[in-house]
């Protein structure tokens, strides 16, 4: 068990709806990255949070967006949901600096219809 | 595009056999890390390998980082039915001098017969 939680696990949502996950990172580590697993996939980058500010960005829409609390946990938003937004979507929490591992939720599963 | 290619996608073997799984890429990264996931699950990290030409051992499963730090090699010796998963490797890079993201490869999915 890594200590990183997401919730919820599973969602349902319609197109165009929007949606926020959310993540609490394992204590001690102050940096949480956000990645997508379309099935069949391995997971792609959408950001990274670093003491609240975002330190990166993959090829993503500005449609996902996030944010990072003090706490360091964080939320994932998509707005303007779309059927391809179905996914796995993964939250790894971490600390910063070099040969940073990387330790993820279990992940929440969201389906759009 | 993707960065790291894994090899083989799908590997379907008998309990005791042994397996080797491929990671290779054109970039250069600073850590190499191997994960395996199991359906609807996170995936948990095995390993880091760090340096050019570095072996890791886990149990039956020895990691390898290529010399130039482009490609490493998972391999498991004698296998068994709980080996079972999605098997990624993911390269580190640092871009922009100060973010550290992952590129995962499409992952291997190891089944294990018993």
């Known amino acids: 068990e890594t200590g990183v939680t997401q919730s919820p696990t599973h969602l349902i949502k319609t197109r165009g709806q929007q949606v926020t996950l959310r993540c609490s990172s394992q204590s001690g580590h102050n940096t949480v990255s956000w990645y997508q697993q379309a099935l069949g996939q391995g997971p792609q980058f959408i950001f990274q949070y670093y003491r609240e500010e975002e330190n990166g960005r993959g090829n993503f829409p500005p449609r996902f967006s996030g944010l990072q609390f003090p706490n360091y946990s964080s939320e994932l938003n998509v707005n303007a949901l779309e059927l391809d937004d179905s996914a796995l979507y993964l939250c790894?929490?971490?600390?910063?600096?070099?040969?940073?591992?990387?330790?993820f939720g279990q992940g929440t599963r969201l389906t759009v219809v | 595009t993707q960065l790291l290619e894994q090899s083989p996608q799908f590997l379907s073997i008998q309990e005791g056999e042994n397996l080797t799984v491929y990671c290779n890429s054109s970039?250069?990264?600073?850590?190499l890390q191997w994960y395996r996931q199991e359906p609807g699950e996170g995936p948990v990290l095995l390993v880091t390998?760090?340096?050019?030409?570095e072996v890791k051992k886990l149990k039956r499963l020895t990691f390898q980082f290529g010399d130039a730090r482009k490609d490493s090699s998972l391999h498991i010796t004698a296998a068994q039915p709980g080996d079972t998963g999605l098997y990624l490797c993911?390269?580190?890079?640092?871009?922009?001098?100060?973010?550290?993201?992952?590129?995962f490869g499409k992952g291997t999915l190891l089944t294990v017969n018993p």
């Open positions: 390998v760090v340096t050019g030409g």
């Open positions: 970039s250069v990264f600073s850590s």
């Open positions: 993911a390269g580190e890079k640092v871009s922009g001098g100060s973010n550290y993201k992952l590129t």
């Open positions: 790894a929490s971490s600390t910063k600096g070099g040969n940073t591992e990387a330790f």
